[in-house]
Every structure is written in structure tokens, then in C-alpha cells.
Nanobody
Framework: QVQLVESGGRSVQPGESLRLSCAAKRGFALDFYEVAWFRQAPGKEREGVSCLRTRTSETVYIDSVKGRFTISRNAVRNTLYLQMNNLKPEDSAVYYC??????????????????WGQGTQVTVSP
């Protein structure tokens, strides 16, 4: 059974940076077609933030984080990262990592992901 464990979330002030990590018991390089970060704020639906296709290294970002967030992975350490710079209060949410086994035509659709972590809280406030 695959297990994903996120870490790195905490409270920061606007403009600061955080790096989230997601450790997997199985390697991201060979086992998954796509790995991703989602987030969910109170009272809102889960939102896809960024994804990475492991075979091509293609990345996708939602518009609100483009230029501020960077997704990356270390296949040797079986770890996925999300570097978040210039954080804004609207980035506050529980952040989840997820993995997809099978290729699909779409990206960042929560229902298409097979494995999820438990989440890590990011709070951005003055």
C-alpha cells in the first residue's frame, strides 16, 4: 500500500516562503504517471495547485501560483516538493500531495488521483 506523508506546513507572514515535502514509500519515478499538490481552504472545494508528469517532467500550475510556486521531485529520496515563494493570505489552506497511476487527458482533477497524503496546514497572515 502506498503511503504519502506531507510536511513543512506552518504559519508565516505574507511575502515569506515555505517548502512543502511529500515522502512516499514507493518511488515517484516509476510507479506514478503524475504527482500533484492540491489545497483546500475552509468552506471551499479541494483545488489542484500543481502537478508533474514523471515520465516527461512536464509541469502544470494554476494561474494564481504561476511564478511563485515550483513543483519538483527527488526520485532517489522518493520525495515530492512544493517551493512556495511570496506567499499570500489566499494561499492559506491544507495542502495535500497526491499521485495518479494511469495517464489521463486532464490534470489536477481530484477524482483521478489514486493516493493521497494526510495534509499539512499552511497559514499566511500578518
Amino acid at each position: 500500500q502506498v503511503q504519502l506523508v506531507e510536511s513543512g506546513g506552518r504559519s508565516v507572514q505574507p511575502g515569506e516562503s515555505l517548502r512543502l515535502s511529500c515522502a512516499a514509500k514507493r518511488g515517484f519515478a516509476l510507479d506514478f504517471y503524475e504527482v500533484a499538490w492540491f489545497r483546500q481552504a475552509p468552506g471551499k472545494e479541494r483545488e489542484g495547485v500543481s502537478c508533474l508528469r514523471t515520465r516527461t517532467s512536464e509541469t502544470v500550475y494554476i494561474d494564481s501560483v504561476k511564478g511563485r510556486f515550483t513543483i519538483s521531485r527527488n526520485a532517489v529520496r522518493n520525495t515530492l516538493y512544493l517551493q512556495m515563494n511570496n506567499l499570500k493570505p489566499e494561499d492559506s489552506a491544507v495542502y495535500y500531495c497526491a499521485s495518479k497511476l494511469i495517464a489521463t487527458d486532464s490534470s489536477l482533477v481530484p477524482e483521478e488521483y489514486d493516493y493521497w497524503g494526510q495534509g499539512t496546514q499552511v497559514t499566511v497572515s500578518p
